[in-house]
């Protein structure tokens, strides 16, 4: 007897609340390349099938149009679960939408991080005593 397949999930309406625009998934892209060692990218790239060159050009900011499918394939490689809605339909803008406040909270505090200059091996989850 050959096993039945579940059946698909249903898709519901996407949380708003739970997106970020391209620019920020960007940004986050591009401070997490410049984590890189010397000589790392290009193994990375090998290995989750990215175009080398297009992430390079990313990574410097010299990309001559918004690659969103790119940005996508490349935040789930880094292990930022997103996927790619509209808001509206008729809308040309994307956004990137996360399955759970959590994962969307731990991408902000990163981003944030990354933003002010702090290295994430200098930031502390704990918070200060108000004693």
């Known amino acids: 007897m050959r096993p039945t397949a579940p059946d698909p999930a249903p898709v519901g309406f996407p949380d708003p609340s739970l997106t970020i625009p391209y620019a920020d998934g960007l940004r986050y892209a591009q401070y997490r390349l410049k ?26 900011g010299t990309l001559k149009s918004e690659e969103i499918r790119l940005v996508q394939r490349l935040l789930r490689s880094l292990a930022v ?11 040309k803008t994307h956004r990137f939408l996360f399955p759970t406040p959590a994962a969307l909270g731990t991408f902000q505090r990163q981003l944030k991080g990354f933003d002010s200059g702090v290295s994430p091996l200098d930031q502390t989850t704990d918070e200060p005593s108000p004693n």
């Not at 984590?35 to 410097?60: E, H, I, S, W």
């Not at 679960?81 to 809308?91: C, N, Q, S, Y």
């Open 35 to 60: 984590m890189f060692g010397r000589g790392d990218l290009k193994p990375f790239c090998q290995r989750q099938a990215l175009p080398y060159t297009t992430v390079v050009n990313l990574k410097n």
């Open 81 to 91: 679960p997103v996927e790619i809605i509209r808001l509206a339909p008729d809308h």
